[in-house]
């Protein structure tokens, strides 16, 4: 065990659990032209956002995609429901979480993600009991990477930030972590993550 680490931190999209908003928005747009353009204008746009903030509920998104897209409601009630269904486990993630458990780990999740993603997601797996913590970005009101969300995480859990690391696969949200004083691995799939976490001392064997 790397004795200067003694907290790991986990991202859940695509790094516990799959996070593809492109095939999301071509499976419930298959007729779409531009599948790029509209995944973004609903993905990327402030509407999304805001839900991942917990500023707004889905049937508020829903009638504010609505008026801004023209798109009817029932497809955009059917595409909540694909993101939901959408998040499957990535492989090897669950074990990797046990395995660090096992070796006494502190560990949490931080996560960008609305409520009702978060209930679909703590009622379908079983890895959540493994965690001491979670922070949800809707519960909280602060998006990754700003500085405020990864302060909420050491200030609630009275973690040092030199004792902790964080785990996220996208490049921002580790620089913000690095930001804050927190050491940080950006994931591309498991394996890669077990060898960045052997080159910190941190043996998962």
């Not at 790029?36 to 707004?56: A, E, K, P, V, Y």
């Not at 804050?180 to 043996?203: H, K, M, P, S, W």
Request: aromatic share 10%; with cysteine.
């Amino acid at each position: 065990m790397n004795m200067a680490i003694q907290n790991i931190v986990f991202d859940v999209g695509n790094v516990l659990v799959r996070w593809d908003p492109y095939t999301i928005t071509q499976t419930v747009f298959p007729e779409h032209d531009d599948v790029l353009t509209l995944m973004q204008s609903i993905f990327r746009h402030q509407t999304w956002l805001d839900l991942n903030l917990g500023s707004i509920t889905e049937q508020q998104a829903i009638l504010h995609y609505h008026q801004r897209l023209q798109i009817e409601t029932t497809r955009l009630e059917l595409l909540l429901q694909v993101v939901k269904e959408s998040l499957l486990p990535i492989p090897g993630a669950a074990e990797l979480l046990q395995r660090l458990h096992d070796k006494a780990f502190n560990l949490y999740a931080l996560t960008d993600n609305t409520h009702d993603i978060m209930a679909y997601l703590k009622a379908k797996y079983r890895f959540w009991p493994l965690f001491k913590g979670i922070v949800v970005s809707a519960e909280i009101g602060h998006l990754k990477p700003s500085k405020e969300i990864y302060h909420y995480l050491l200030e609630h859990y009275q973690l040092n930030a030199h004792e902790t690391l964080f785990i996220d696969d996208l490049a921002l949200n580790v620089a913000g972590a690095k930001a804050v004083g927190i050491e940080a691995i950006q994931f591309v799939n498991t394996e890669q993550c077990i060898e960045a976490l052997r080159d910190l001392q941190i043996d998962t064997q």
